[in-house]
């Protein structure tokens, strides 16, 4: 395999303090990889540097051989880096179909508007069979539940048709049906893409997971299979050390 994503020493302070402090972080092309991490850990900085969304303060992101440096947003887009948000971003007056239609077009150059509407329309429905959204393809998005919209957004962004996929918290707030079906669909869209996942629960993981990344305070805690991560007392003290936080607070409040 060859990496399709190096991140080198990178960190990244916000106000003297280091939300990224020193990662490196390789994803080589075809990975499923999980990113883990307590609340506040970096994982959503970490995102948010790949994309373009924050400048690093030092460090380099090389995607398929190519320094992101100076990079902005919409042309990393157009090198096939596509993500979703923690917060959902689908347009909630348009149909399940528009809103995919939407996101198929948004790549395309404006020279190819002549051939433009077969490829998007191929896209769009490959992006309707992986999420299974076939049949709410006429609904608006506005009355999609919880789960369903997140797999429209993760159709919007397959439309893209991007390479490197980063997805944030796909499963939170979702009941367990739709994790698990979230959980396949993530494992067929692995099968040609590259995707990077943000996920805090580890029952979900133990199920889908292969490769994972916890990161905590800014920094690559650990990385390796479930098992190997599952079985670090260090991952093991920074998730029952919160949880040992959480009991506290909820006994005084
Ligand atoms: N733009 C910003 N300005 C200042 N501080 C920030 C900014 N973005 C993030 N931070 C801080 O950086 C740290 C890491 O935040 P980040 O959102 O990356 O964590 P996370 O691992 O995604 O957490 P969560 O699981 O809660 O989503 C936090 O302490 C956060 O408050
Ligand atoms: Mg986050």
New binding site residues.
């Given amino acids: 395999m060859t990496a399709l994503l190096e991140v080198r020493d990178l960190s990244?302070v916000?106000?003297g303090?280091r939300?990224?402090d020193g990662v490196d972080f390789t994803v080589d092309s075809g990975e499923l990889r999980f990113l883990i991490?307590?609340?506040?850990?970096?994982?959503?900085?970490?995102?948010?540097i790949i994309t373009g969304l924050?400048k690093p303060t030092t460090g380099t992101v090389v995607f398929d051989g190519n320094s992101l440096a100076g990079k902005r947003e919409h042309e990393r887009v157009r090198l096939g880096i596509g993500r979703t948000f923690?917060t959902s971003v689908v347009f909630e007056d348009l149909t399940v179909l528009e809103n995919l239609d939407l996101a198929a077009s948004f790549r395309r150059p404006l020279w190819s508007l002549l051939r433009r509407r077969k490829g998007v329309i191929a896209a769009v429905e490959q992006a309707l069979e992986t999420t299974g959204l076939a049949d709410l393809a006429p609904r608006k998005a506005g009355v999609l539940s919880h789960g369903q919209r997140q797999w429209l957004e993760i159709g919007m962004l397959i439309a893209q048709g991007p390479r490197l996929l980063l997805l944030?918290?796909p499963v939170a707030g979702m009941s367990s049906d739709e994790r698990a079906r979230t959980g396949e669909l993530l494992t067929s869209i692995a099968k040609d893409h590259t995707v990077i996942v943000?996920e805090?629960d580890m029952e979900f993981l133990r199920r889908y997971a292969s490769q994972v990344t916890v990161?905590h305070e800014?920094k690559v805690l650990i990385e390796g299979s479930v098992d190997e991560v599952r079985a670090d007392p260090r991952v093991q003290e920074v998730y029952l050390g919160r949880a040992r936080e959480e009991a506290a607070h909820d006994a005084v409040t």
Avoid at 37 to 48: F, R, S, V
């Fill in positions: 990244v916000f106000d303090f939300a990224i991490g307590p609340n506040g850990a970096g994982k959503t900085t970490l995102i948010d924050t923690q944030d918290e943000i805090h990161l800014g």
